[in-house]
């Protein structure tokens, strides 16, 4: 018997992305149902279903080596099959949830190849920060540079040098304290208490009442809610040294702790309503939503402590140079102070894929960020039409137009790009660039 499911549905229940099991679906390694079970070749709105044992059994092979993800013509290294997933999101590539990241055997197998310990390299779409992490690594300098603030807090806090034990005193000294202050909250106790039971209902209320996004009103229980405006204004009020990392544990927090499925974390549609259960397609139960926010604000102190310091362990003497700005006309003079950029290693948007500021708009709403959504390159809400695709193809050039005068003469650049609709011929000429080498892979 089939059992279909979404696309989301899928990805989650098989640890992959909605975009590797579309590139299953196209490259013909399971098949397109609708939700009455029949095969189709075209499927009607949020009709597409898949079938979970068909997609396991596919899945299955490849891990066993007897299937491809895709038949020839693609490069035997660059699946990284069977790359175990805590490989694919080592050490701080998983600080905080991003969508549409590459994974860092794939910037290594590259650097590795084309460029040396002292070079500098660029990332014009920095995203996460993948490449300036592994570019560390392997002792090579790195500028990135993307257009989404919280993309590069996200990499500011990833990269940052820290004194592993004082981070780590100050994440339990956060988390503690927020348990106390939503314990008294709930059950006022003044005794047992670091805190006065007034003065934490007087708080809490000051807080709600500051609070005017109605976002974050909408999608959270009281109780998450009002432990994550407690943590910040910890974050705002005490002499914490590494706010930047604490900020950026409270919205990954955050983001478990909003009232969605289970089955649904990337692209929730509604809230679901505090504390009444719904049937959860992912563990095929009925599920509660989340109503509290310090069991996650625990899971992810412990977490974030042992990546950071892993990565202490790992990281050389290189510099990193996280940006923020428009890849087409920022100033790297500054940075640079003479020198010249070594090569690119980046994934560009693709088109009309990913909103990019939009998968952090938690957070945009926790710290009130500045967004600059109309000067991304590609976004999802612009579609995929010839006029996004014309867009796209003149903010890719433009990007590759402005950075070539930071580069040394034939620089490599290596793109890392879905071209579903064949565009980078174009770009490349409407740079001044030529396409030496094309490499294929399969989306593992
Ligand atoms: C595919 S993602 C890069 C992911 C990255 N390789 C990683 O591993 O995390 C593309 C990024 O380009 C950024 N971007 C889009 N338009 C931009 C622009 N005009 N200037 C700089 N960055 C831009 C988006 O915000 C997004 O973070």
Redo the contacts with the bound molecule.
């Keep these: 018997m089939k059992h279909l499911v979404t696309l989301q549905e899928a990805a989650d229940a098989v640890n992959k992305t909605v975009h590797n099991i579309r590139d299953y679906i196209q490259r013909g390694r399971i098949a397109k149902y609708n939700p009455q079970g029949e095969v189709i070749t075209r499927a009607k709105n949020g009709e597409l279903r898949v079938d979970l044992h068909e997609l396991r059994a596919f899945l299955n092979l490849v891990a066993q080596g007897d299937e491809n993800h895709h038949h020839d013509g693609l490069h035997a290294e660059l699946g990284f099959y069977g790359l175990a997933e805590r490989e694919r999101t080592k050490h701080v590539h998983r600080l905080h949830p ?1 969508l ?4 860092p055997q794939l ?1 290594e197998w590259f650097l590795s190849r084309y460029f040396q310990p002292g070079d500098i390299l660029l ?9 300036l992490i592994q570019a560390n690594e392997m002792g090579m300098h790195a500028i990135g ?4 603030e919280f ?1 590069y807090r996200i990499v500011c806090a990833k990269t940052q040098q820290y004194d592993v034990e004082k981070a780590r005193q100050e994440i339990l000294r956060a988390e503690r304290l927020t348990r106390e202050f939503s314990r008294n909250w709930q059950y006022p106790s003044p005794q047992l208490s670091l805190f006065d039971a007034d003065n934490v209902h007087t708080l809490a209320n000051q807080l709600l009442e500051q609070c005017h996004s109605d976002y974050m009103k909408t999608w959270f229980a009281p109780r998450a809610l009002v432990e994550i405006l407690y943590y910040r204004h910890l974050i705002e009020t005490d002499t914490f040294v590494y706010k930047d990392l604490l900020n950026i544990l409270l919205s990954r927090a955050m983001r478990s702790s909003r009232l969605v499925p289970h089955y649904d974390l990337a692209t929730p549609k509604q809230p679901l309503p505090v504390g009444v259960e719904y049937w959860c397609r992912k563990h095929n139960r009925m599920c509660l939503p989340i109503d509290n926010c310090i069991t996650k604000i625990h899971a992810y102190s412990q977490d974030t402590v042992r990546r950071i310091a892993t990565f202490n362990q790992l990281r050389t003497s290189a510099q990193i140079y996280p940006l923020h ?4 006309t ?1 100033d790297l003079t500054p940075i640079l102070q003479g020198r010249k950029i070594t090569g690119i290693f ?5 088109v009309g894929q ?1 909103d ?2 939009d998968q952090h708009n938690y957070a945009y709403e926790l710290f009130n960020i500045p967004r ?1 959504d109309d ?5 999802k809400s612009n579609g995929k039409s010839k006029r996004a695709q014309q867009a796209y193809i003149d ?1 890719i050039s ?2 590759l137009r402005h950075m070539k005068q930071y580069l040394i003469d034939d620089a490599n650049i290596f793109l ?1 790009a879905n071209d579903a609709f064949g565009l980078y011929p174009q770009i490349a000429q409407a740079s001044g660039l030529k396409i030496v080498e094309e490499f294929h892979r399969a989306v593992t």
């Design positions: 991003y549409g990241k590459f994974i910037v990332d014009p779409f920095m995203g996460s920060g993948t490449m540079v993307d257009i989404s993309c700005g428009d890849s087409r920022i980046s994934s560009p948007p693709y990913i990019y500021h600059n000067l991304e390159i590609g976004p903010g433009g990007v890392v």
